[in-house]
């Protein structure tokens, strides 16, 4: 890895403002189970130069409930997420979805803000630098999508636009179902807008300064009923 500088914030707010400071050159670290991969296998051109670590910011990791229905904290662990019982009784598609992910390890370090917003798993996009040389692409920035005319096996072909990965996010998934919407925070203070408009064709939808803060799921109508299902070629981690 290359180095970096690394601040831990006491606040969104001064989270915000080191990205600010920083223009484009500083990313946010939470559990790091995405991000430290990405920077070893040096995926990226643009190497960070500082990162913003938001362990250090209290109260993120809250799972609460209200008249209006669920809100999570963006440092909540998806282990705490998915054997909450408060999350279980009403939400129980996303606690299976959050069990879902991974292995235990990952889930006991991964937080569902950034699971949110990791990067795609695209082979292309992930091809490790070290091995011949990093992959550049449309999601990069520079160069077409490989996926079109190459192993696309894995990909979204029907409707997807520009970048043909998969969104890598088992929680997405469910709290799309749930019609979750994400609270984000920036210098200029919050917005919150609809899971299904935080990702984009080649991202998401977070500004140089923006961070996520919280999940809100309105409660479900009472007839509701719920299942999270995932097609996988890994052995689960999980008893049934
Ligand atoms: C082997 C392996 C298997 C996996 N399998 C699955 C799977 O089956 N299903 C699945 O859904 N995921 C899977 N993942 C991804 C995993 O869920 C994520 O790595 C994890 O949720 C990321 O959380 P984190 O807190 O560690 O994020 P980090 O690694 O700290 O950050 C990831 C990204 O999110 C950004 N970020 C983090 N928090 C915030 C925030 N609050 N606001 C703005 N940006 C933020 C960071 O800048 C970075 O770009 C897998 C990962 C690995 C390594
Ligand atoms: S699918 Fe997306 S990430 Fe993969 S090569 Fe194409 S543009 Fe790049």
């Not at 001064?14 to 600010?20: F, G, I, P, R, Y």
């Not at 129980?92 to 299976?96: G, P």
């Not at 072909?157 to 990965?165: D, P, S, T, W």
């Given at each position: 890895?290359?180095?970096?500088?690394?601040?831990?914030a006491?606040?969104?707010k001064?989270?915000?403002?080191?990205?600010?400071e920083h223009?484009?050159k500083?990313?946010?670290?939470a559990?790091?189970?995405d991000?430290?991969?990405?920077?070893?296998?040096?995926?990226?051109e643009?190497?960070?130069?500082?990162?913003?670590?938001?362990k250090s910011?209290?109260?993120?990791d809250r799972?609460?409930e209200?008249s209006?229905?669920?809100?999570?904290?963006?440092?909540?662990?998806?282990a705490?997420?998915?054997?909450?019982?408060?999350?279980?009784?009403?939400y129980?598609?996303?606690?299976?979805a959050?069990e879902s992910?991974a292995?235990?390890?990952?889930?006991n370090?991964?937080?569902?803000g950034?699971n949110l917003?990791?990067?795609?798993?695209?082979?292309y996009?992930?091809y490790?630098?070290?091995?011949?040389?990093?992959?550049?692409?449309?999601?990069?920035?520079?160069?077409?999508c490989?996926?079109?005319?190459g192993?696309n096996?894995y990909h979204a072909?029907?409707?997807?636009?520009?970048?043909?990965?998969v969104?890598p996010?088992?929680t997405?998934?469910?709290?799309?179902?749930?019609q979750?919407?994400?609270?984000?925070?920036?210098?200029?203070?919050s917005r919150t807008l609809?899971?299904?408009?935080?990702f984009?064709?080649?991202?998401?939808?977070?500004?140089?300064?923006?961070l996520?803060?919280e999940i809100?799921?309105?409660?479900p109508?009472?007839?509701?009923?719920?299942?999270f299902?995932?097609f996988t070629?890994?052995?689960?981690?999980?008893?049934?």
């Open positions: 890895m290359k180095p970096f500088e690394h601040y831990s006491a606040s969104l001064k989270a915000s403002s080191l990205l600010k223009g484009g500083a990313r946010v670290i559990g790091g189970t991000l430290l991969g990405v920077l070893k296998d040096e995926i990226l643009d190497y960070p130069e500082v990162l913003v670590n938001i910011i209290p109260g993120l799972i609460k209200d209006r229905g669920l809100r999570i904290g963006a440092l909540s662990k998806l705490d997420i998915g054997s909450s019982s408060l999350v279980k009784r009403k129980v598609a996303l606690s299976q959050a992910v292995s235990p390890e990952i889930r370090m991964g937080t569902i950034g917003c990791q990067d795609v798993r695209c082979w996009y992930r490790p630098h070290h091995m011949g040389g990093r992959m550049l692409c449309l999601r990069k920035g520079s160069g077409p490989h996926a079109v005319k192993d096996r072909v029907m409707g997807a636009k520009k970048c043909f990965a969104c996010s088992d997405a998934i469910a709290l799309s179902a749930l979750a919407h994400i609270e984000v925070v920036g210098e200029k203070g609809p899971v299904e408009e935080f984009t064709p080649l991202g998401n939808a977070l500004g140089p300064d923006e996520v803060r809100r799921i309105p409660v109508p009472p007839m509701c009923r719920q299942a299902l995932k070629e890994r052995i689960p981690s999980t008893s049934p």
